[in-house]
Each structure stands twice: as C-alpha cells, then as structure tokens.
C-alpha cells in the first residue's frame, strides 16, 4: 500500500480508504448495501491488514449507524490502526437546526459523532455540502473551535464549487483560522468535470483530494453492459448521474479491454487510473461483499502503463470548455500531466 500526504499537511492516508455507507443499510441507504456488524469487522480487519488506514463515514449513512458500527467494530484496540473521517451538513432529525453548517448545528453533531465512534477526536471532519444560509465566517469559525478544542484534527470540505473552496481558504487565511487541507469530491473516468476547476484549485492551495464513488457506483467494474441495469438503478438510487450514456459504456468498453489483457478487473484499471491523476490523495471505496473489497483492494498495486493511461484518456475526455489563451495560465507549469484537459494538446 502507498501512503500519500494529504494536501499541505503532514499526515499520510493510505491511496484507498474504506467508505462506509454501506455499514447498516437503513432507509434510503438500504439500496447501497446494508452491511452488519459482522460483515463490517470482516472488511474493516480487510482493509487493515492490506495497509488501508482511513475509514471514511459520515452522520447522515443510516441516520448515524454506520458511525456506531465503526465505533463497535474497532472495539478501541484497532482504533490507533487507522484514521477516521466523518461528516456533518445533511438533514440528522426534524428540528430547525437539524442540518446545515451553522456553529451550533456543527459542534453540536461533532460530539454526537465522537459518542457514536466511541472515539475522543475525529482525524479528519469534513462539511458534506454548501449551506448557503450560513455565512461562510461563521463555519469556518466553527471548525477552527472544534480543532482548538482537540474534537477534530485536520478539516475539510465535500461536494463544494471552485468558487466556494476559494472563499472559506480566503476567510481562514485572512483570519488565521484553520485551512482546509482536503476536499473529497466526485471524480471518475466518466465524470472528469473536475478538471475544470477542483483540481487546479487542489494542486494550487494544497488540498488533497479524497474521490468517492470512483467506480461510479459500481457503472465502472465491468460487471455492467449497455443493457444491464446496476443492481443501485433498479432500487432507485441514481447517484452519481450519468449524463451520456453512450460514452460510459465505450468507456467501460476499454476498461475491460485493458482488464483482459492485463488478466485484472476492470474496477482495478479505472481505479489506478485515478491514482495518477493531479492532487488524488485517496479513493474512497466500498463494498457489497468481502469478493468486491479484494478486487478493490488490488489495485493499489496496479501501475498502468503510459500506453493504457492514452487509451482511456482517449475515450473519456471531456469537452474544453475554454479557449487556450485562458487555459495556458494553469496548464504546463502549474498543474501537471500533458492529458490533463486544460492542456493545448486536447483542442
């Protein structure tokens, strides 16, 4: 397993971290898994001894279960084995101040998750989405109390825009109030629109990147074709969207081109893919079963030749959405490989 700094900081992530919304599988998150107690410890003893040391989970996977099943399962011996990550903005109850990232909303679910965790502090607390009813001085206020306070030691943001990441480092620095040090977002071979921005933003203000849903909830492992629906679609559960059909199966296509002559799986390629992109820190993968964590768990040691790395940036590339004499401020010398779409080659 390879460790990775995360962003400007000095702690080290494993490049695969075990996501958890599976673990408990109640109400909506029913259709995404529903892993026991028993089937937790398995995968998280998994992910263990193959180096994994980040367990990611958020308040809102099955209303807080997830979180109380991590708590039971590392039973306090294994807690010193990896870092934990967690999560706070989402709808938690029915009250006025059950969601969002106000002070009160924030601190007060923290400790509620520490309780559920059986933990003293979370190694890395994220805000899981925009509130765009809360000034962003007051999160980040909120944040720096909760690091002070010894809860939570490294922040960072989920799903947030460009221009929203800029802004919350922006009012941290000029207050001297703690910085993200990472961002965890949506970034697969079919979904690459974060070229645009978040990875640019990343490499430049130093912020790991932690990827959930790289196989595109499960779209991606080659177990699907164009005329088979994923077993997330037929239960309703439409995240991520995929908006051109046609070209993720083409993808998929040379995904199981590469798996075959490789003799892996293609979920193996399009993860490795991803860990030799800008910025990536870590893949947040998941599991139905002990047979998908294995596969999943083998390709960190999975190099893709620079041959392989053209075929699928070949066929996945996204539209430019900008002419070069923008582009060229970010692209050669500040950002990194010459695939990468805010590069001259790709017009």
Excluded at 154 to 167: D, E, L, P, R
Aim: include cysteine; hydrophobic fraction near 40%; proline fraction near 4%.
């Amino acid at each position: 397993m390879e460790y990775r700094t995360l962003g400007r900081s000095g702690l080290k992530v494993s490049t695969l971290t075990l996501g958890t919304m599976t673990f408990g599988g109640t109400g909506p998150f029913a259709a995404v898994g529903n892993s026991d107690l028993a089937e937790a410890r398995r995968m998280i003893d998994m992910c263990i001894d193959a180096g994994i040391n980040l367990i990611d989970t958020a308040n809102v996977y099955s209303n807080g279960l997830s979180e109380e099943i991590i708590g039971e399962a590392l039973g306090g011996k294994r807690r010193n084995d990896v870092l934990i990550a967690s999560k706070a903005r989402m709808r938690i109850g029915s009250g006025p101040n059950d969601e969002g990232l106000s002070r009160h909303h924030l601190i007060r679910e923290c400790e509620k998750s520490l309780k559920r965790l059986r933990t003293d502090v979370i190694d890395i607390y994220f805000v899981h989405q925009w509130d765009g009813l809360t000034p962003v001085e007051e999160t980040v206020a909120a944040l720096d109390t909760l690091v002070n306070q010894g809860k939570v030691r490294y922040i960072g943001c989920s799903n947030w825009s460009g221009w929203q990441v800029m802004k919350a480092l922006s009012i941290s620095d000029s207050r001297h109030q703690q910085r993200f040090v990472t961002q965890q977002i949506h970034y697969t071979l079919e979904a690459r629109e974060a070229e645009y921005e978040l990875l640019p933003i990343s490499v430049d203000q130093g912020l790991g990147v932690l990827v959930w849903s790289p196989l595109a909830g499960g779209l991606l492992s080659g177990k699907y074709h164009r005329d088979s629906p994923t077993a997330r679609q037929l239960a309703g559960w439409s995240e991520p969207p995929i908006r051109d059909e046609d070209r993720l199966w083409r993808i998929v296509d040379v995904l199981v081109e590469i798996g075959k002559a490789r003799g892996v799986s293609a979920a193996q390629v399009a993860l490795a893919w991803l860990l030799g992109r800008p910025a990536v820190s870590s893949l947040v993968i998941g599991a139905r079963n002990d047979a998908q964590l294995k596969d999943n768990l083998a390709a960190a040691s999975l190099a893709l030749s620079p041959e392989e790395r053209q075929r699928l940036d070949a066929v996945s590339r996204p539209p430019v959405l900008y002419p070069y004499w923008h582009q060229q401020l970010t692209a050669k010398d500040r950002f990194g490989p010459a695939d990468m779409v805010l590069d001259r080659s790709v017009i």
